[in-house]
């Protein structure tokens, strides 16, 4: 063999070890990074949906011992008027306790409204005690809705709401022979632009169709608690979120109560002493200035 060949094959073999090398350290290499791109906005979770359960929120201990309350309030009985809610029919304990004492009670009514409840929760009361063999009032006034709706934060279907209102009055009409006046849900928070005014709107526009004015009736007062241009009035509810009457706004409940309460227990009905039935003015109780802030 000549120096050439010799020499020739030498550097064939030196650039076939550099060509080997070079692969491995490329088949080792980390893959490139993919270029930076901005995080894709999360998406909005859908509304809630469907039928509300019935469902009770006995791990809040002040619910629990109101709800044994008011089941002790069921068995009793001997009252006329059952109101049924949240903390706007709750609240008439407090902030409309006098409105109550000089304008209610002739006609006998019985507070069953919880603070913070929602459709579920009522329709689990009724299931639950809230309703007894001795329960046998001649009216229920029904007002729920309104913590569907801010719970969720205004991402909840109308029709859901709807469809728990409607299992409350299907298990009421089930179980008493009272007539039933449902409230359209109030006005939530003083702008009507803002989401939960909208969305309690779409909510009442739905149950508005279970009245058959035989067993069922509807009443809207909402516009008594709006200027003309649909803001809430200054003074008519007591917290900055525009949902708590103030002892004014009582009295303009009181005023689309009496004339219904009357009609419906009938011109035999005897109150257990006359009525105050005139109506609200700003003057009585009504706020100055907003209230502070209620939990709902």
């Known amino acids: ?41 999360a998406a ?50 407090w902030h409309g306790k006098d409105v109550w004492a000089k304008r209610l009670a002739p006609y006998r009514p019985a507070n069953f409204g919880i603070g913070g409840d929602q459709t579920g929760h009522v329709l689990w009361r009724l299931k639950n005690g809230n309703l007894s ?32 209102v409607k299992a409350i009055i299907t298990e009421l009409q089930s179980r008493t022979r009272a007539k039933i006046l449902l409230f359209a849900i109030f006005p939530r928070d003083i702008s009507p632009e803002h989401p939960f005014r909208k969305k309690n709107e779409e909510i009442n526009a739905l149950i508005a169709k279970f009245a058959d004015n035989n067993r069922v009736f509807y009443k809207d007062i909402n516009k008594s608690f709006l200027d003309a241009n649909g803001w809430g009035r200054k003074g008519v509810m007591r917290d900055r979120e525009f949902l708590h009457p103030g002892e004014w706004g009582y009295n303009i409940w009181a005023d689309a109560l009496i004339p219904e309460i009357k009609t419906h227990l009938g011109p035999n009905y005897k109150p257990a002493t006359e009525a105050n039935a005139q109506p609200a003015s700003p003057k009585q109780g009504g706020n100055s200035k907003p209230a502070k802030k209620t939990k709902v």
């Open 44 to 93: 909005k979770p859908k509304p809630l949906s469907g039928i509300p359960k019935a469902e009770s929120r006995n791990n809040d201990r002040s619910w629990a011992e109101r709800q044994k309350i008011l089941n002790q309030r069921a068995k009793e009985g001997g009252f006329d008027v059952m109101f049924i809610g949240d903390s706007i029919t709750h609240y008439w304990e």
């Open 133 to 164: 063999s001795k329960t046998n009032p001649k009216l229920i006034i029904l007002l729920i809705g309104t913590n569907d709706t801010g719970h969720s934060h205004a991402n909840i279907e109308a029709q859901r709401v709807a469809s728990g």
């Open 1 to 41: 063999m000549s120096l050439i060949t010799h020499s020739v094959r030498a550097a064939f073999f030196v650039a076939a070890i550099a060509l080997a090398t070079q692969g491995a350290a490329t088949l080792s290499a980390a893959p490139p990074k993919a270029p930076k791109t901005a995080a894709a906005p």
